[in-house]
């Protein structure tokens, strides 16, 4: 069955610096996301991608945050420096279609930031 | 807004227990409803859905109905086993879009033999 795989599992980095997470989303889909939750709290959205460009994002994206499809497989968020309040488990997804009929998002496992 | 608020975990309960996850939501449209469940190491994986008021959904067991008049749509399953340790996530997805989804804090769930 089809899956969303993301890596690195679990990513720790130094604040400032600058990381980057990965995803393949499942191959025939169109709609990409990144989620994440901060521990004990709400999983929040990111990002919604589609068509090569950004179709929604929250207040959490700010300019620190982008995303890109590089190639017809990976999606990748990139942070670009890194604060102790990004450390959190950050989920991708994605999505066959548009409208009401397919709504259901396929996650993947998550990556774990630690950011120290 | 939207927003989605889930009862606080964890919950242990024994095998064969009757579990509730009670979830409300608050919404300004028509939102379908979703209970994901993530079991350990993996991805959050659809366990049922809901698109309208009074539907049910039901897999594996589990089933939740979509209560518009008290805005819930709670998680219950007759008879838990083992397997059925993980953290349930309830969400909503806007009826405008079906873009992004709120979720709630999700629920650890752990039952023993």
């Known amino acids: 069955e089809p899956e969303v795989t993301q890596t690195p599992s679990h990513q720790v980095t130094q604040m400032g610096q600058e990381v980057i997470l990965r995803c393949v989303p499942i191959s025939n889909h169109l709609y990409f996301y990144w989620y994440r939750q901060i521990l004990g709290q709400k999983v929040e959205f990111l990002v919604s991608f589609y068509n090569n460009e950004i179709s929604e994002k929250s207040e959490i994206f700010d300019d620190q945050f982008s995303v890109e499809r590089p190639d017809g497989s990976n999606f990748t968020l990139k942070i670009r420096s890194t604060k102790l309040e990004d450390s959190a488990m950050y989920f991708c997804?994605?999505?066959?279609?548009?409208?009401?009929?397919?709504?259901?998002?396929?996650f993947g496992p998550g990556t774990r930031l630690t950011v120290l | 807004g939207n927003s989605v608020t889930q009862m606080e975990g964890p919950v242990t309960l024994s095998e064969e227990a009757f579990l509730t996850i009670n979830c409300t939501y608050t919404a300004t449209g028509y939102p379908s409803l979703f209970w994901y469940v993530q079991y350990p190491g993996e991805g959050l994986q659809l366990l049922l859905k809901a698109t309208k008021a009074d539907d049910k959904g039901s897999n594996k067991g589990f089933e939740a109905t979509y209560r518009k008049e008290t805005t819930s749509f709670h998680l219950e399953k007759g008879s838990v086993q083992v397997s059925d340790s993980a953290v349930y996530f309830c969400?909503?997805?806007?009826?405008?879009?079906?873009?992004?989804?709120?979720f709630g804090t999700g629920t650890s769930l752990t039952v023993i033999p």
């Open positions: 969400a909503l997805s806007d009826s405008n879009t079906g873009n992004q989804f709120y």
């Open positions: 997804a994605s999505k066959l279609a548009g409208g009401f009929s397919y709504n259901e998002q396929f």
